[in-house]
């Protein structure tokens, strides 16, 4: 069974650093991972998409990347804003039943503060 | 673009009561997912639909729980009878292949059972 680990649970840093959230997962047989961001009470949106060929994916301040032999991949947020306060959630999709499927990890609540 | 559109947005309601969720998936998109999200249990897939068919409905918890998709444009979830262990934030999303099957996420209902 697949299952998508994700550390630390929480960050809180100053505003203008860069930081670094984890994911691992235990089957490397995926199809894609994804990056979402979550804001308080409001749905989920992609950031970034790797496909299991790729080995990294970068959108401006940005840059995830994906081992998919040792089942890890990092988001890596340069410069942070207090606009970046959200929740990061890592999924991984696996084709199974005839479809794509998405495994998410329980995110990590990020705070930065001025 | 208005996005997948869930509604209501809120709901409170007591034990035994039926309860209804609506979502219109992003016009064109052939998928669409419902998910559960508990501070518990993170997000979960409930039910997958392709081209109105339900696929996967092994993650609907149980009997109490039905999902219909009549037409392209329309789905709803229901929980009959509702239990307070069924507050949670229920999301809908809908995917198309073109979109490399990213899924766009609802806002999500916010669902409190007392």
């Known amino acids: 069974k697949q299952e998508v680990t994700q550390i630390p649970a929480a960050l809180s840093v100053p505003e203008g650093e860069n930081l670094v959230l984890n994911c691992s997962f235990t089957?490397?047989?995926?199809?894609?991972l994804q990056w979402f961001r979550q804001d308080p009470g409001k749905g989920l949106t992609s950031l970034l998409l790797?496909?299991?060929?790729?080995r990294e994916q970068t959108s401006g301040r940005l840059n995830a990347s994906l081992d998919k032999s040792s089942g890890r991949s990092t988001l890596y947020i340069a410069a942070s804003q207090p606009g970046d306060s959200a929740t990061y959630l890592c999924?991984?999709?696996?084709?199974?039943?005839?479809?794509?499927?998405?495994?998410f990890g329980a995110g990590t609540r990020l705070a930065v503060h001025p | 673009d208005a996005g997948v559109i869930q509604s209501p947005r809120h709901e409170v309601t007591e034990m035994g009561q039926e309860v209804t969720l609506r979502c219109k998936p992003i016009?064109?998109?052939?998928?669409l997912f419902w998910y559960r999200q508990t501070m518990m249990r993170g997000l979960e897939l409930l039910i997958y639909?392709?081209?109105?068919?339900?696929?996967?409905d092994s993650g609907m918890p149980e009997d109490r729980f039905s999902a219909k998709m009549p037409n392209a444009s329309f789905s709803t979830l229901k929980i009959q009878p509702s239990e307070p262990r069924d507050s949670a934030v229920y999301f809908c999303?809908?995917?198309?292949?073109?979109?490399?099957?990213?899924?766009?996420f609802g806002p999500g209902t916010r669902l409190l059972v007392l």
């Open positions: 999303a809908s995917s198309s292949r073109d979109s490399k099957e990213t899924q766009y």
């Open positions: 089957d490397s047989a995926i199809y894609n």
């Open positions: 790797i496909q299991s060929s790729q």
């Open positions: 999924a991984v999709t696996l084709f199974s039943g005839g479809y794509n499927k998405l495994i």
């Open positions: 016009s064109g998109h052939n998928s």
């Open positions: 639909f392709n081209n109105n068919v339900p696929i996967d």
